[in-house]
């Protein structure tokens, strides 16, 4: 604790110097099990995330609610909301296709909104709320749109198929699937290979129409 | 990806403290930022989260000439899908429409819209020289694969695009860039606010060190009844455009009054074509008039090959645009 305490009160004006932040970092498996551990350093990071925090981190705190089930975690800058969902959250339902945003595998919902999972810092989405596909099933009994993918067979090898349906749900919430042109516009942020798309849009329709909750 | 540090500060005077420094980088929805880092093509030092900064809302202000305000932070899809942009700018909805997809739009900035940078691929492929991503280094572009590449504003240093479809549009709306840094707030004229590449191609646009876009202004005009956003591009949606045109047409008994064009995919910058506007003011709205307005704008094209195809594309683009707007096809 000394080491880290020393490290929070670094001069107010200036940042520790490169070689004192890189020495610190070399214990930053203490610092990680220090963030972990509720105190007032790891209060003021959560609350303010600044110069001294930052330089004194290698892992920062952050609080994340996926699925309705809150996680406290600590994790480096770096690591994509995707990547946190399937390496350390081991919710391997969210693919990664492209990594780069090009294709929506990675599709999830963040507060409510769809975004792709690969390009989000999960840092960004302390305090928010992710719906990524293992959300959208009550229990045992399967999301509409899941049923109706199975139904019209919206898929072949179904590695597109997570983020086919975030998107999917997430187009008739924003009121976008008024039309089979409507509906291939706004499902434009999803690649699917193997070419389902026909079905795909088939599958978005009867949900739609069927006028059920989604 | 390479490690950096990560502030999200909570006031706009840590952060204007923060991206005065060296390796400094403001990130916003992230969308072509974390891109680039990805790929090694950019690698900060520390990345300055300014969500928590009160940058949204969008709202009207009536003084002498009335305008409205888009705050810096305001999402793509939610500027596209207000309504009072859509009553008064519906040119601008139909670009940001037209932009990326529902995922991006829904993470993507209106600042962080104009802060991207090139889609070019020499510039994106950290093995090949490119004088944007490394000064001096050479242009992979000039005589490789350059089919999405600019026909107006090139120089022997770069002939990369800007992929904007909203920047297009604010050009074509003489929006104004609300700037702020610790010396104060300025203004840039969108149309300025880019620039083209000259001897310095590393440079995208006119902020400098220091410098953070707060808003963007839009001032009031006539164009809400007669505009129109063509893009056309290698697939229906989602793909980065070959030739755009934004054109916002005043027209009364059937005489154009005023008229703005602007063009995407063209230039390094959004490419406001004034010969054209100056050209079609005072006159009938008529495909005749459209083709000289068209021949005008293209004086000064010049084409490196593969995109020799744009010397045709573009001025047809900027008739069937007109013709849109004009509401005459």
């Known amino acids: 604790m000394k080491d880290l305490d020393k490290g929070f009160q670094a001069d107010e004006n200036h940042e520790p110097k490169e070689n004192a932040r890189r020495d610190f970092l070399k214990k930053s498996s203490l610092l990680t099990a220090v963030a972990l551990t509720p105190g007032v350093a790891v209060k003021a990071a959560e609350n303010h995330l600044d110069e001294k925090v930052a330089a004194a981190f290698e892992k920062m705190p952050v609080n994340i609610i996926v699925n309705g089930k809150p996680h406290k975690l600590s994790i480096e800058p770096r690591v994509t909301l995707l990547d946190l969902l399937r390496e350390q959250l081991h919710l391997t339902g969210t693919k990664k296709g492209c990594d780069y945003g090009q294709c929506g595998a990675c599709t999830v919902h963040v507060d409510g909104q769809r975004v792709n999972s690969c390009l989000t810092l999960a840092m960004t989405v302390d305090g928010k709320k992710v719906t990524s596909i293992e959300g959208l099933a009550k229990g045992d009994e399967l999301h509409p749109m899941q049923e109706a993918f199975i139904k019209h067979d919206g898929f072949q090898c179904g590695y597109c198929t997570p983020g086919q349906i975030m998107s999917a749900v997430a187009c008739i919430r924003e009121g976008h699937a008024n039309s089979e042109t409507e509906i291939r516009e706004y499902m434009s942020g999803n690649i699917c290979r193997c070419g389902a798309y026909p079905n795909i849009v088939n599958a978005i329709q009867e949900v739609k129409n069927g006028g059920q909750q989604v | ?329």
């Open chain 2, 1 to 329: 990806m390479k490690q950096f540090q990560y502030i999200r500060p909570a006031t706009q005077q840590s952060v204007l403290d923060a991206i005065t420094k060296p390796g400094a980088r403001i990130l916003a929805g992230g969308s072509n930022l974390i891109d680039l880092m990805k790929r090694g093509v950019t690698s900060p030092d520390k990345l300055v989260d300014i969500q928590k900064l009160p940058l949204k809302g969008i709202s009207k202000s009536t003084g002498n000439v009335s305008s409205i305000s888009i705050g810096a932070l305001e999402l793509n899809s939610a500027v596209a899908e207000n309504k009072l942009i859509k009553e008064e700018f519906p040119l601008l909805s139909m670009a940001l429409n037209a932009g990326a997809s529902p995922q991006l739009r829904n993470m993507a900035t209106v600042g962080g819209n104009m802060m991207q940078r090139t889609r070019c691929t020499y510039f994106y492929d950290t093995a090949m020289p490119c004088n944007k991503r490394e000064p001096n280094s050479g242009c992979g572009a000039m005589e490789g694969i350059n089919r999405m590449h600019a026909i107006f504003g090139t120089s022997e240093k770069c002939i990369a695009v800007h992929p904007s479809d909203m920047c297009v549009a604010l050009a074509a709306l003489d929006a104004s860039v609300e700037v702020k840094s610790k010396k104060g707030t300025r203004y840039i004229p969108f149309t300025e606010f880019h620039r083209l590449p000259g001897e310095t191609p590393q440079l995208d646009n006119t902020l400098t060190t220091g410098e953070l876009i707060t808003r963007v202004i839009i001032p009031h005009n006539n164009f809400a009844k007669n505009s129109y956003y063509l893009k056309v591009r290698d697939r229906a949606s989602y793909a980065f455009a070959l030739i755009s045109v934004a054109v916002g047409l005043d027209i009364q008994g059937g005489n154009i009054k005023e008229a703005r064009l602007a063009m995407g995919g063209v230039a390094h910058k959004p490419w406001r074509l004034k010969a054209a506007e100056q050209f079609l003011k005072g006159k009938p709205a008529t495909v005749a008039n459209f083709e000289q307005a068209a021949s005008l704008a293209m004086q000064g094209a010049k084409s490196f090959g593969h995109n020799d195809f744009k010397l045709k594309m573009a001025p047809a683009s900027i008739i069937e645009a007109l013709s849109n707007a004009a509401k005459l096809s």
